[in-house]
């Protein structure tokens, strides 16, 4: 069955400290991957998503990055963090195509990130 | 981009009560979630369902894509559906993005 794996689960960091959040997904090949962020516990604002190993489409500007080094491995970062990076980060997964059944999104548990 | 809205944005129920959430969209799409995200943050799928009805349990789901909504059914309410309720899609042309709503929270007093 496929899993998905994201760590740690809270975090608290200073302002301008680097940040690296990772998302690991077992079961499945060539999965779609996801980064959202959650805001005061309301909507979820798609950060990043990724088609292939490389392949990092951004949604919106901002202070972080993504990367995708392996096919069931994708990485949030930043090199300097700020105040309003804080919130719900949220790592998820997909596959499409009629062959494979199913299009749902599958979502890791989370990391809570406070930036103090 | 794909408007999706929610309503109502809170609902506070007794156990034991039925209710409908409704999830509104504003352009064609192929692609429409329902999640459920508990109190310590996890977002669980309930349903995949871009038309017509499913149940699950006490939960049940219809979409009905030609008018842009979807409903979702829960009845019998247990203080364990607490939670905030999403429902997401997407375009045709948006591979793979979901775009969600602001969900509804539904608090369930024993």
């Known amino acids: 069955s496929q899993t998905i794996h994201q760590w740690p689960a809270t975090l608290v960091q200073p302002v301008g400290s680097p940040l690296s959040l990772e998302c690991t997904v077992e079961g499945t090949s060539n999965p779609n991957l996801y980064w959202y962020r959650q805001a005061a516990g309301r909507g979820l604002q798609l950060l990043f998503y990724s088609v292939g190993i490389g392949q990092i489409s951004s949604e919106v500007p901002q202070n972080l990055s993504a990367s995708r080094p392996q096919d069931r491995q994708f990485i949030l970062s930043s090199k300097k963090l700020l105040l309003s990076d804080s919130g719900f980060y949220l790592c998820a997964w997909s596959v499409d195509g009629v062959s494979r059944g199913n299009y749902g999104y599958t979502f890791g548990s989370g990391t809570r990130l406070t930036v103090v | 981009g794909i408007q999706v809205e929610q309503s109502p944005p809170d609902l506070i129920l007794q156990e034991g009560a039925n209710s409908t959430l409704r999830c509104n969209f504003s352009d064609s799409v192929n692609n429409l979630q329902w999640f459920h995200q508990n109190p310590w943050g996890q977002l669980i799928n309930l349903f995949y369902?871009?038309?017509g009805t499913k149940q699950n349990g006490r939960l049940s789901a219809t979409t009905v894509a030609t008018e842009r909504y979807s409903l979702l059914y829960i009845s019998s309410s247990q203080t364990t559906d607490s939670g905030v309720y999403f429902c997401a899609t997407r375009v045709r042309t948006s591979y793979g993005k979901l775009t969600f709503g602001q969900g509804t929270i539904l608090t369930v007093h024993p």
């Open positions: 369902i871009p038309s």
